[in-house]
Every structure is written in structure tokens, then in C-alpha cells.
């Protein structure tokens, strides 16, 4: 694995606090997230060796790992502006993926720190969703992706939540998680709007293809690792802040909660729906 001193970063634009926040907990929540996901999620991504990939917003690299084992020999940069992030990520894929090539750079995804038309191509995953303005960003990232070169994007929507027993409480949490992260200036709604965001933003040939989770008795490692590890402690992280700006009440919080954990019971099931588009940039 190839890594370089960080950069200086570039001064950050003003942009929103990100929901989720960068404790241990998270940084394990994004790791078993990417973990249980890595098959439906990065099927059908893979680079050429010796293509120059950027993926924004690699956080503490759970997708970086998955990246790079799917495309042996593709030089990856990969940006975060969390530089504690930065380095539990380069110490995670030296571990996970020591043949791996990526180099770590510090920087505000809105003025990235490379030329125009540097990457051949794009990767990134759970980051638009915390952006007041995705389509500022998705400028910045056609600016430094060569014509021809292509876009990935991977989103969540929360409006794709089914799950049994329904739950009137445990919808109203959920609902708690998506006001804040709005209050926040993200869209945890965001993966319908990825076509027109793309389009706007002025790629082509834009493809937008559902990835459908589902889990029940019949998927054990799908119930532990998305609907318990991924979803439900998402929506646990945001207790404390949904308490504080008067959401909710701890009584109605943790029926919430138990209601939705019964989803991930025996006899319970849970539907979630990931957005990942392709786009490419315009040649001129
Ligand atoms: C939900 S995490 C996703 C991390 C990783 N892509 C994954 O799927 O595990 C979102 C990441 O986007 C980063 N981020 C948010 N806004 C950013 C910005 N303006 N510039 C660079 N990184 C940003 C955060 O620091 C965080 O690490």
C-alpha cells in the first residue's frame, strides 16, 4: 500500500455538522454496515489496474477495503475532511488490504484539492445524504473526472423502511433520525433523488438501480449485521440529540426502540432500499 503525508487542507467550506458524529461506536457501525453490505452494494464496481480512483468521503475506509479487493492494481485517493477518520482508515485497509494502493488526503469534498480531470473515475457512498447542497458537490466532483471518466454514487432513503410487526412508535423514532439529519442540512430521504441530482448536475447516461435488504429468520447474519448493527444502532445514535431538542421523551424513546428491535426478533423482518447510480462525464 502506497500512502503520503496528508495535505494541508483546503479551508472548509461552511457546511453542515454530520449527524452521525466520529466516536467508536460509529467508526464500528460504518465498518459492520459496509461489511454485511459489501456484496450488494459493490457488485458491479470494479476499476481497471492502474486507474486513478477517487473515492469522497471515505470516512474511516469500511468501503475503501471492499474498493480496493474489487479492483487490484487502481491507484485510490481517498478524501475525508475528518482527519481522525483519515488515519483509523489508513490503519484499517494496511490491515485489511496491505497490497492495496491508496493514498489519504484531508479536504473539503466542495474544493478538492486536485485538477480538473485527474480520476478516471468516482466512488462515493453515504456521504451526498449529509450535504445541504449535493448538487454544489456533484460540480466539484465532475470538475476533477475526466470526459468519459464515471461517477458512483451509493445513498440510503429512509423512506424505504417496512418492517413487522409495524410499529407506530418505532416509525416516530425513525422520524426523530431523519428530522435531525434534515436540521443538520442532510436528507436521509435522498436516494430517490439521485437521478435528477445526476442529470442536473450534468452527467449522462445516468442509471439508478434499487439494492433491496431484507432480512428474516432465514438471513441470521443480515438480521445481526444490517437490521440490528447497521439500522437500529443508527437510529440509537441519535437518542441523546433527539432528547435534547425536545423530540421526544426517554419513555416514548425506548418504546420506540424496543419496538423496532422486535423487527429483528423471531418472526420479525425488515426492508431497506440503497439507491446506487453510474453516471459518466459529458465528453466536451
Ligand atoms: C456516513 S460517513 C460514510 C463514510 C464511508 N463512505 C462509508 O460508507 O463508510 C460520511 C463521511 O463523509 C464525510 N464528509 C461529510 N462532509 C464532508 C465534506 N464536506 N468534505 C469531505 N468529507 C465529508 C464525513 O467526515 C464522513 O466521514
Known amino acids: 500500500m502506497t500512502t503520503t503525508t496528508p495535505t494541508t487542507p483546503t479551508t472548509p467550506t461552511p457546511h453542515t455538522a454530520y449527524v452521525h458524529g466520529y466516536s467508536p461506536q460509529e467508526a464500528r457501525r460504518l465498518g459492520d454496515q459496509a461489511d454485511t453490505l459489501a456484496a450488494l452494494l459493490h457488485a458491479g464496481t470494479a476499476y481497471p489496474p492502474g486507474s486513478r480512483v477517487l473515492e469522497v468521503g471515505c470516512g474511516v475506509g469500511a468501503q475503501t477495503v471492499h474498493l480496493a479487493r474489487s479492483s487490484p492494481g487502481a491507484r485510490i485517493v481517498a478524501v475525508d475532511r475528518s482527519e481522525e477518520s483519515l488515519t483509523q482508515a489508513r490503519a484499517y485497509v494496511t490491515e485489511q488490504a496491505p497490497a492495496a494502493d491508496v493514498t489519504w488526503h484531508p479536504a473539503d469534498l466542495f474544493q478538492l484539492p486536485f485538477t480538473d480531470a485527474e480520476f478516471d473515475h468516482i466512488f462515493t457512498c453515504f456521504v451526498l445524504e449529509h450535504l445541504r447542497d449535493p448538487g454544489r458537490a456533484l460540480a466539484e466532483l465532475r470538475r476533477v473526472l475526466r470526459p468519459g471518466g464515471t461517477l458512483t454514487v451509493i445513498e440510503g432513503d429512509h423512506g424505504s423502511v417496512v418492517?413487522?410487526?409495524?410499529?407506530?412508535?418505532?416509525?416516530?423514532?425513525?422520524?426523530?433520525?431523519?428530522?435531525?439529519?434534515?436540521?443538520?442540512?442532510?436528507?436521509?430521504?435522498?436516494?430517490?433523488?439521485?437521478?435528477?441530482?445526476?442529470?442536473?448536475?450534468?452527467?449522462?447516461?445516468?442509471?439508478?438501480?434499487?439494492?433491496?435488504?431484507?432480512?428474516?429468520?432465514?438471513?441470521?447474519?443480515?438480521?445481526?449485521?444490517?437490521?440490528?448493527?447497521?439500522?437500529?444502532?443508527?437510529?440509537?445514535?441519535?437518542?441523546?440529540?433527539?432528547?435534547?431538542?425536545?423530540?421526544?421523551?426517554?419513555?416514548?424513546?425506548?418504546?420506540?426502540?424496543?419496538?423496532?428491535?422486535?423487527?429483528?426478533?423471531?418472526?420479525?423482518t425488515f426492508h431497506y432500499t440503497f439507491f446506487k447510480a453510474t453516471a459518466v462525464s459529458p465528453q466536451p
Open 163 to 268: 418492517f413487522h410487526p409495524d410499529s407506530h412508535h418505532a416509525h416516530e423514532v425513525i422520524g426523530h433520525q431523519i428530522h435531525l439529519q434534515s436540521a443538520a442540512g442532510g436528507n436521509a430521504l435522498l436516494g430517490r433523488e439521485l437521478e435528477p441530482l445526476l442529470t442536473d448536475a450534468g452527467f449522462t447516461d445516468v442509471a439508478v438501480r434499487p439494492r433491496t435488504v431484507y432480512a428474516d429468520r432465514t438471513r441470521p447474519a443480515l438480521v445481526d449485521g444490517f437490521t440490528r448493527k447497521t439500522f437500529i444502532a443508527m437510529i440509537e445514535s441519535v437518542r441523546d440529540d433527539a432528547m435534547a431538542a425536545g423530540l421526544t421523551t426517554a419513555a416514548d424513546w425506548n418504546r420506540g426502540i424496543a419496538d423496532l428491535r422486535r423487527a429483528a426478533d423471531d418472526g420479525g
